[in-house]
T-cell receptor
Framework: AQSVSQHNHHVILSEAASLELGCNYSYGGTVNLFWYVQYPGQHLQLLLKYFSGDPLVKGIKGFEAEFIKSKFSFNLRKPSVQWSDTAEYFCAVRPIFSNDYKLSFGAGTTVTVRA | NAGVTQTPKFRILKIGQSMTLQCTQDMNHNYMYWYRQDPGMGLKLIYYSVGAGITDKGEVPNGYNVSRSTTEDFPLRLELAAPSQTSVYFC?????????????????FGQGTRLTVV
């Protein structure tokens, strides 16, 4: 079964700082990869996804992520954060071309952006 | 365009009571999932379904049951509520083609149900 590891539990930044959140997964086959964001008191919303093709994917609100297959990583980045980026961020992985389409999540990273 | 709808949004249960969390989606998705979210633990998969009539256990199925009689609905039942089931519950759905990645969608989430067992 696959698993997802997020490196940071809590990140505190100032506005305009750059953000990078680490995500590694363990699964030997082909996967779909996702980053979701959860604003306080809300449900999960998709930031971006990787299915195939260009390993550098761009999502909403200026976020991007790079899939590095050799490192089993899918790190999330944003060059300049805003106060409104304060939220919890989840990395998720789903195997494909298999009989197991379970979607597994990491423990999440809480990002606090100080004005 | 409703997406994934969960009811209720909030509920307080007494120990030993039972209840059903409702989830319905209008996107004709084949896959549906139930997760629970606890602080610092991320989302843990309780049960999932690959289509009507088919369900399977996730990571934390104990104390829960599900059914999938239609494509749209995927209710989660708690038979004997325990304090350890205090959590936020999310239902999600996605479309996945058995033949591989093309046409797959991401998971769409409902608004969540905050359950407290006292």
């Amino acid at each position: 079964a696959q698993s997802v590891s997020q490196h940071n539990h809590h990140v505190i930044l100032s506005e305009a700082a750059s953000l990078e959140l680490g995500c590694n997964y363990s699964y030997g086959g082909t996967v779909n990869l996702f980053w979701y964001v959860q604003y306080p008191g809300q449900h999960l919303q998709l930031l971006l996804k990787y299915f195939s093709g260009d390993p550098l994917v761009k999502g909403i609100k200026g976020f991007e992520a790079e899939f590095i297959k050799s490192k089993f990583s899918f790190n999330l980045r944003k060059p300049s954060v805003q106060w409104s980026d304060t939220a919890e961020y989840f990395c998720a992985v789903r195997p494909i071309f298999s009989n197991d389409y379970k979607l597994s999540f990491g423990a999440g990273t809480t990002v606090t952006v100080r004005a | 365009n409703a997406g994934v709808t969960q009811t209720p949004k909030f509920r307080i249960l007494k120990i030993g009571q039972s209840m059903t969390l409702q989830c319905t989606q209008d996107m004709n998705h084949n896959y549906m999932y139930w997760y629970r979210q606890d602080p610092g633990m991320g989302l843990k998969l309780i049960y999932y379904s690959v289509g009507a009539g088919i369900t399977d256990k996730g990571e934390v199925p104990n104390g829960y049951n599900v059914s999938r009689s239609t494509t749209e609905d995927f209710p989660l039942r708690l038979e004997l509520a325990a304090p350890s089931q205090t959590s936020v519950y999310f239902c999600a759905s996605s479309y996945i083609r058995d033949t591989g990645g093309l046409g797959n969608t991401e998971a769409f989430f409902g608004q969540g149900t905050r359950l407290t067992v006292v």
